[in-house]
């Protein structure tokens, strides 16, 4: 069999989320059907290290699409070329676009509609482009998986597809993200946090990600308690950040607030493992990975009561109202004061990370693209 795949997330060095999904599921796939031929499709140059398999015929597809415009080209004009051309028998889209113009059964995994429920947060161009294409591509693909039933049932609920045609896997964790000693996590605070303990935010900043207030609950905490404790926020600014920077020029504890930018892969699995807790209190979350690598490093977690993530996070966090700076201040000073709360925390992440596996996600896929054939 033949199948092709949308690779045009593996950027080497910038693996985000869609990115890591993509990676995860498609080398097990490459690995479990060695018999199968598997044309990825980039859409700019690759990192060999991408090609995963002896099976795997790399395809460079024009032009960079990282435009509502140049989204148009590749998927409505380049890609139906080129899937004309290797003429396989699934075409499978982790990244939520597909091809109306292609004739190719596909299976598509779309991961969350935010759009729907914060356009004000999304550009004029590339709103209007979700608007058309999404429900579309919705209704075009034969096989639609999801990473949560939240995301499943928000779905159905706005685009009204058919929820047979819908199923839902999940995410997964990098193996790299394991338990710290008490010696590990003092080194990482040494490096990271002058040698204190800290919450620790992991993803993109911009107004979804509710930073703002998170920085506003931070020094709540902080002027309650008087506590050594840090803030630290890891991920790139995105869009939108005038009011994190704001948050930040009205705390009085700015010193202690630290935005460390893009953090290395390899740092991450450390920064996690080491924090006071995990502080992901999201406004709409399709899943959440970060509470996944969380639970993986046996640390507790701080969430918000909303979308998916009291589906993923089960009983290994406190769930918060988002909105509520006080709430989250609130949840910060229990974890702080109460280490049998964090035990417990810990330990129910252990046992709720067995259901969220890439081995699993890939299983799902697996059978979406065996029922095309």
């Known amino acids: ?63 960079p699409a990282r435009h509502p415009v140049l989204w148009w080209a590749w998927f409505e004009i380049s890609l139906p070329i080129v899937l004309r051309r290797y003429r396989p028998d699934v075409f499978f889209s982790p990244d939520g676009y597909c091809s109306l113009a292609a004739r190719t059964p596909t299976v598509m995994v779309a991961h969350d509609i935010a759009h729907v429920h914060f356009p004000e947060q999304v550009p004029a161009l590339v709103r209007r482009y979700y608007d058309y294409f999404v429900p579309r591509y919705l209704q075009r693909a034969e096989r639609v998986i999801t990473v949560s039933q939240f995301s499943k049932n928000d779905i159905v609920a706005h685009y009204g597809i058919d929820p047979a045609k819908i199923d839902v896997a999940c995410n997964g964790c990098r193996e790299t993200f394991v338990p710290l000693s008490e010696t590990e996590k003092q080194a990482v605070r040494a490096q990271y946090a002058g040698g204190q303990p800290y919450f620790f935010y992991l993803g993109a900043v911009h107004p979804r990600k509710n930073v703002d207030r998170l920085i506003e609950a931070f020094s709540i905490f902080k002027k309650q308690t008087g506590s050594p404790v840090k803030l630290l926020i890891g991920g790139r600014l ?48 399709g899943f959440g990975v970060p509470l996944l690598e969380a639970m993986h490093t046996e640390t507790p977690i701080i969430t918000s009561h909303n979308s998916s993530l009291p589906e993923v996070a089960g009983e290994a966090a406190l769930l918060v109202d988002p909105t ?45 693209i065996l029922y095309l054939v």
């Open 324 to 368: 509520d700076a006080l709430a989250i201040a609130q949840a910060m000073a229990l974890l702080y004061s109460d280490q049998g709360l964090c035990l417990r925390l810990a330990e129910n992440g252990k046992n709720r990370r067995a259901f969220y596996t890439w081995d699993l996600a890939r299983e799902i896929i697996e059978r979406n």
């Open 238 to 285: 995105s869009w939108q950040t005038g009011a994190v920077k704001a948050a930040l020029e009205a705390s009085a504890y700015r010193k202690d607030i630290l935005l460390l930018g893009y953090i290395p892969d390899e740092a991450l699995p450390g920064l996690t493992g080491a924090a006071l807790a995990l502080t992901y209190v999201s406004l709409f979350e």
């Open 1 to 63: 069999m033949r199948v092709a795949v949308n690779t045009r997330f593996l950027l080497p060095g910038k693996l985000e989320g869609i990115g890591w999904f993509t990676w995860e599921v498609t080398r097990r796939l490459v690995a479990r059907y060695p018999d199968w031929e598997f044309i990825f499709l980039f859409d700019r140059p690759y990192d060999p290290a991408f090609i995963c398999g002896p099976n795997v015929t790399p395809v460079v597809v024009p032009p």
